[in-house]
């Protein structure tokens, strides 16, 4: 017998994985890359109701230079029990689809993990029912893991990680943030984790009047999910993040490649890094508020362009000198191997991704034994 199990009946029942947001229709966003709920089935088949909302990439035609705009839409993949290698790997392309997440021959109870594989902007994801003959039940108490939360942009998203062309644009079918080394350095420590990244995104809006094309990530950070807000047409009052519902134990900050950019266009270099070091230093404050003292802020760069890492390193000094924070630290990815090739738009491949999350995951290590 099949049975419609309403969203809000099961809600008490669902781990949260990351940052997700209730919609205003009862659903659960999962926006950020690999953000989801993980919860424990009873049964023999569970079906999954899902909506997604496309995101949009601009293309120019190199004939004419016309623009023209394609619709992205999310990933999603879905675990069972504890494989790390995911059961069903599929887009998510329609308003309101029904998927088949698990079907057998008889009662059976596994744990089931849903993760949305690809960024926030590039198309937002939610569940809204289930239709099952059995019940959602809630996991089994596990034992306390590290939690590490990754701050980034498309390097951290895993843009284009996937393919193997240089100079191809964004697609989501090439993203795949399970495979971007925060993924892997949080399985390789075994440890739970949170992404709040966006491709594209700076610290820094720079100097002037060229507004730079994203929003910067002080102005998303401190909110669950703004984006999704702004799309419902909200423009101020966002639900504020809880921070005490989830708490790192370390904060790996991956923002600098693109301000690079923003300081390259407004064709001021000195002001413009000086705008920097100031947006940075402010921004370490943010994330120490909200915080508290205790998680390690690991202050990394890399592994597409370095022009700002020495001006890291010189912020984070001075802010450890200055708040006599001593669970401050940077840390240098290796550059992209020219022999390992490159992922879309000259970002780091899958090769250069795990390569990224074992020295991440060695150097957080060595760090949490100090």
Same mark, same amino acid.
């Given at each position: ?6 969203? =809000? ?23 950020? /890359? ?19 909302? +496309? ?6 035609? +190199? ?22 290698? +995911? ?7 329609? /308003? ?31 569940? &809204? ?127 600098? &490649? ?14 413009? #890094?000086?705008?920097?070091?100031? =947006? ?31 001006? #890291? ?22 550059? #992209?191997?020219? &022999? ?31």
């Amino acid at each position: 017998m099949t049975n419609e199990l309403n969203l =809000d009946d099961c809600k008490q029942q669902l781990l949260r994985l990351g940052r997700t947001y209730d919609g205003p229709n009862k659903e659960i966003y999962m926006n950020w /890359t690999c953000s989801g709920i993980r919860f424990q089935f009873r049964g023999t088949y569970l079906i999954v109701e899902m909506n997604a909302l +496309p995101g949009e990439e601009e293309e120019r035609n +190199p004939f004419n230079g016309s623009v023209s705009k394609r619709e992205t839409w999310p990933y999603v993949a879905v675990f069972v029990d504890d494989n790390d290698e +995911p059961d069903r790997y599929f887009e998510v392309k329609d /308003t309101s689809v029904r998927y088949f997440i698990l079907s057998g021959e008889k009662e059976e109870t596994h744990n089931i993990t849903i993760r949305k594989m690809t960024e926030n902007p590039k198309g937002k994801f939610s569940i &809204t029912k289930f239709f099952s003959d059995g019940v959602i039940e809630k996991l089994q108490e596990d034992s306390p893991r590290m939690n590490i939360e990754f701050i980034g942009d498309s390097i951290t998203c895993g843009f284009g990680n996937l393919s193997g062309e240089k100079d191809r644009l964004f697609y989501s079918s090439d993203e795949n943030g399970w495979l971007s080394h925060a993924a892997i350095a949080a399985r390789k420590l075994n440890a739970d984790f949170s992404i709040i990244a966006y491709s594209g995104i700076s610290i820094t809006k720079g100097i002037g009047n060229m507004e730079w094309r994203c929003p910067s990530m002080p102005e998303l950070y401190p909110y669950t999910d703004r984006l999704i807000e702004e799309h419902y047409g909200k423009e101020a009052s966002f639900e504020e993040w809880n921070f005490d519902q989830w708490k790192p134990d370390v904060i790996v900050l991956n923002l600098g &490649t693109n301000d690079a950019t923003v300081i390259d266009f407004n064709m001021d270099s000195i002001r413009g #890094i000086q705008k920097f070091e100031e =947006d940075y230093y402010q921004f370490l404050k943010l994330i120490r508020e909200k915080n508290g003292s205790d998680p390690w802020i690991i202050c990394t760069l890399g592994s597409m362009d370095y022009f700002l890492y020495d001006n #890291i390193l010189k912020v984070a000094e001075r802010f450890i000198g200055e708040n006599k924070d001593p669970r401050v630290s940077c840390f240098k990815y290796g550059r #992209i191997r020219i &022999t390992d090739g490159f992922g879309a738009c000259g970002h780091p491949n899958r090769t250069t991704q795990l390569r990224m999350g074992n020295e991440l995951a060695d150097y957080i290590s060595e760090l949490l034994q100090r």
